[in-house]
Protein backbone atom coordinates (compact mmCIF):
# COMPACT_ATOMS: atom_id res chain seq x y z
CA UNK A 1 0.00 0.00 0.00
CA UNK A 2 1.17 3.58 -0.46
CA UNK A 3 -0.13 6.43 1.76
CA UNK A 4 0.10 9.96 0.73
CA UNK A 5 -0.02 12.51 3.11
CA UNK A 6 -0.54 16.63 2.18
CA UNK A 7 0.49 19.40 4.06
CA UNK A 8 -0.02 23.10 3.68
CA UNK A 9 -3.52 24.13 3.23
CA UNK A 10 -5.01 27.01 4.84
CA UNK A 11 -7.07 30.31 4.81
CA UNK A 12 -5.56 33.06 2.95
CA UNK A 13 -6.68 36.17 1.19
CA UNK A 14 -7.16 36.94 -2.17
CA UNK A 15 -3.41 37.44 -4.26
CA UNK A 16 -1.62 35.49 -1.67
CA UNK A 17 0.19 32.85 -1.70
CA UNK A 18 0.51 28.77 -0.20
CA UNK A 19 2.51 25.82 -0.84
CA UNK A 20 1.05 22.46 -1.00
CA UNK A 21 3.46 19.34 0.49
CA UNK A 22 2.24 15.85 -0.49
CA UNK A 23 4.82 12.64 0.42
CA UNK A 24 4.13 9.56 -0.60
CA UNK A 25 5.41 6.56 1.49
CA UNK A 26 4.93 2.35 1.90
CA UNK A 27 5.95 0.03 -0.82
CA UNK A 28 6.98 2.10 -3.67
CA UNK A 29 9.38 1.17 -6.05
CA UNK A 30 8.80 4.18 -8.45
CA UNK A 31 7.09 7.18 -8.39
CA UNK A 32 5.60 7.52 -12.32
CA UNK A 33 3.30 10.61 -11.75
CA UNK A 34 1.84 12.51 -9.32
CA UNK A 35 -0.96 15.37 -8.86
CA UNK A 36 -2.99 17.54 -7.31
CA UNK A 37 -6.72 17.66 -7.59
CA UNK A 38 -9.29 19.86 -5.85
CA UNK A 39 -13.16 19.73 -5.15
CA UNK A 40 -15.06 22.64 -4.32
CA UNK A 41 -18.46 22.20 -3.04
CA UNK A 42 -20.99 20.73 -5.18
CA UNK A 43 -18.76 20.53 -8.11
CA UNK A 44 -16.80 17.66 -9.43
CA UNK A 45 -13.07 17.22 -8.74
CA UNK A 46 -11.05 18.29 -11.05
CA UNK A 47 -7.67 18.10 -12.14
CA UNK A 48 -5.42 20.99 -11.45
CA UNK A 49 -1.46 20.32 -12.02
CA UNK A 50 0.58 16.96 -12.93
CA UNK A 51 4.09 15.61 -13.27
CA UNK A 52 5.61 12.75 -14.39
CA UNK A 53 9.22 11.68 -12.92
CA UNK A 54 10.94 13.05 -15.68
CA UNK A 55 9.58 16.26 -15.28
CA UNK A 56 6.68 16.64 -17.56
CA UNK A 57 3.57 18.84 -16.57
CA UNK A 58 -0.04 19.11 -16.87
CA UNK A 59 -1.97 22.42 -15.93
CA UNK A 60 -5.20 23.12 -15.86
CA UNK A 61 -6.15 26.39 -17.35
CA UNK A 62 -7.83 28.58 -14.68
CA UNK A 63 -4.08 27.98 -12.66
CA UNK A 64 -1.57 28.37 -15.73
CA UNK A 65 0.58 30.85 -15.19
CA UNK A 66 -0.15 31.05 -11.01
CA UNK A 67 0.33 27.64 -9.61
CA UNK A 68 3.83 25.74 -10.41
CA UNK A 69 4.17 21.52 -9.71
CA UNK A 70 7.70 20.46 -8.85
CA UNK A 71 8.82 16.31 -7.54
CA UNK A 72 11.47 15.61 -5.96
CA UNK A 73 11.98 12.01 -6.99
CA UNK A 74 14.33 11.07 -3.90
CA UNK A 75 12.16 12.27 -1.32
CA UNK A 76 9.08 10.95 -3.28
CA UNK A 77 7.26 14.27 -2.85
CA UNK A 78 5.60 16.62 -4.61
CA UNK A 79 5.02 20.37 -3.91
CA UNK A 80 2.31 23.28 -5.86
CA UNK A 81 2.95 26.67 -5.04
CA UNK A 82 0.21 28.49 -5.34
CA UNK A 83 0.02 32.18 -6.01
CA UNK A 84 -2.40 34.99 -6.51
CA UNK A 85 -5.02 33.00 -5.38
CA UNK A 86 -8.44 33.89 -5.98
CA UNK A 87 -11.40 32.79 -4.34
CA UNK A 88 -12.48 30.55 -6.88
CA UNK A 89 -9.42 28.36 -5.58
CA UNK A 90 -11.05 27.64 -2.63
CA UNK A 91 -11.38 23.82 -2.66
CA UNK A 92 -10.13 20.56 -0.71
CA UNK A 93 -6.68 19.93 -2.55
CA UNK A 94 -5.98 16.28 -2.97
CA UNK A 95 -2.70 14.51 -3.92
CA UNK A 96 -2.96 11.50 -6.51
CA UNK A 97 -0.03 9.28 -7.27
CA UNK A 98 0.68 6.30 -9.94
CA UNK A 99 3.44 3.99 -8.13
CA UNK A 100 5.41 0.96 -9.49
CA UNK A 101 5.26 -1.32 -6.45
CA UNK A 102 7.18 -4.79 -5.90
CA UNK A 103 4.85 -7.62 -4.79
CA UNK A 104 5.69 -11.77 -4.47
CA UNK A 105 4.82 -12.11 -8.21
CA UNK A 106 6.53 -9.04 -9.73
CA UNK A 107 5.69 -5.47 -10.32
CA UNK A 108 2.68 -3.47 -10.49
CA UNK A 109 1.04 0.16 -11.17
CA UNK A 110 -1.49 1.42 -8.59
CA UNK A 111 -3.11 4.97 -8.04
CA UNK A 112 -3.45 6.29 -4.74
CA UNK A 113 -5.39 9.43 -3.13
CA UNK A 114 -4.59 11.69 -0.03
CA UNK A 115 -7.11 12.50 2.57
CA UNK A 116 -7.00 16.35 1.37
CA UNK A 117 -6.42 19.60 2.86
CA UNK A 118 -8.69 22.49 2.52
CA UNK A 119 -7.42 25.82 0.90
CA UNK A 120 -9.68 28.84 1.52
CA UNK A 121 -9.31 31.89 -0.69
CA UNK A 122 -11.05 34.76 1.08
CA UNK A 123 -12.05 38.23 -1.20
Known amino acids: QVQLVESGGGLVQAGESLTLSCAAS????????MGWYRQAPGKQRELVAA???????NYADSVKGRFTISIDNVKNTTYLQMNKLKPEDTAVYYC?????????????????WGQGTQVTVSS
Open 96 to 112: NCNAVQEHIGGRGLGNF
Open 26 to 33: GNIFRITL
Open 51 to 57: ITDSGST
